[in-house]
């Protein structure tokens, strides 16, 4: 049985769901998006995520399609009628179908409305265990990375570099600094044993796991520092491991041609994770 999608008010089979082939989205990338975890069929930190869709629809000027608990009923209704139990809730936000003009079209356009769900294991994934690889290249994405936007072109061509060259994923890199994964929050944890990752603003996403890893970090007692870091500190780290939505805290485990420790997830980083799982779990319990 197909999955069960929702477009602009129905909820249709995925064969059946259809935009416009003027929807801005499609002509401009004009559109922000949002990926909620799912734990136990229900959502977790999904209040985070409301609250930066929120802020992304309002840097772009764009209408909303509804208020927070219209969307979020959207959002467990597809979780019911898909039946999932693991895995995520896709939304994404348009500013609608309009004739093509770069100049945004008037309030009278609808925003375009998607949901569609994922069944993914985000608990018992094998990659834990053995964490992944990350290659470097080149940041050639736009100044406003803060906004969580669908032109998501740039790291997948950052992807399809680190694939080639035989690594998992790709760190991106502007002025010899690191910016963030291709999807994920990037940091390092020095031999020292401080955890650190870029500080918010303009450069990169602020994540919502991010603010959760950090918060649950420094409640444990480490120590972090939100800054810039090089790609040479990166080779020297003890550690290193990202974060999103999807892969909670996942352990880097070599950078470029450096194996960091003993080729496995370190110590901090599995603490982190377990933490972090255990916050979700008591969120849908």
Not at 78 to 92: H, R, S
Not at 206 to 212: S, Y
Not at 236 to 259: C, L, R, Y
């Amino acid at each position: 049985m197909s999955r069960i999608v929702y477009v602009n008010g129905k909820f249709v089979p995925e064969e059946e769901a259809r935009v416009s082939v003027f929807d801005r989205g499609f002509m401009f990338a004009d559109g922000v998006y949002e990926v909620s975890s799912v734990l136990r069929g229900k959502l977790i930190e999904n209040e985070g995520h409301m609250t930066r869709l929120r802020r992304s629809l309002s840097e772009l000027s764009m209408q909303s399609p509804g208020t927070d608990d219209e969307i979020e009923a959207i959002q467990n209704r597809l979780i019911t009628l898909n039946k999932l139990d693991e895995g995520l809730v896709y939304l994404q936000v348009t500013r609608g179908a309009a004739d093509r003009d770069f100049i945004y079209p008037g309030e009278n356009v609808k925003p375009t409305l998607v949901l569609f769900t994922q069944a993914k294991n985000v608990i018992d994934n094998p990659i834990a265990e053995t964490g992944i690889t990350v290659k470097t290249v080149a940041d050639i994405r736009w100044a406003r990375r803060d906004i969580k936007t669908v032109g998501l072109l740039a790291p997948c061509m950052a992807k399809m570099e680190a694939k080639a060259a035989g690594f998992s994923d790709a760190w991106m890199v502007e002025d010899g600094y690191v910016t963030e994964g291709s999807s994920n929050n990037a940091y390092i944890v020095t031999k020292e044993g401080t955890i650190v990752t870029r500080q918010v603003g303009n450069a990169i996403l602020n994540g919502i796991t991010r603010r959760a890893v950090l918060a649950l970090a420094e409640k444990h007692n480490y120590k972090v520092e939100e800054r810039l870091f090089t790609v040479e500190e990166c080779y020297d780290a003890a550690e290193a491991f990202v974060t999103s939505a999807t892969m909670f805290v996942q352990g880097v485990v070599k950078i470029d041609g450096a194996k960091l420790g003993d080729g496995k997830p370190g110590k901090i980083t599995q603490q982190l994770r377990e933490l972090y799982i255990e916050m979700a779990l008591a969120e849908v319990s």
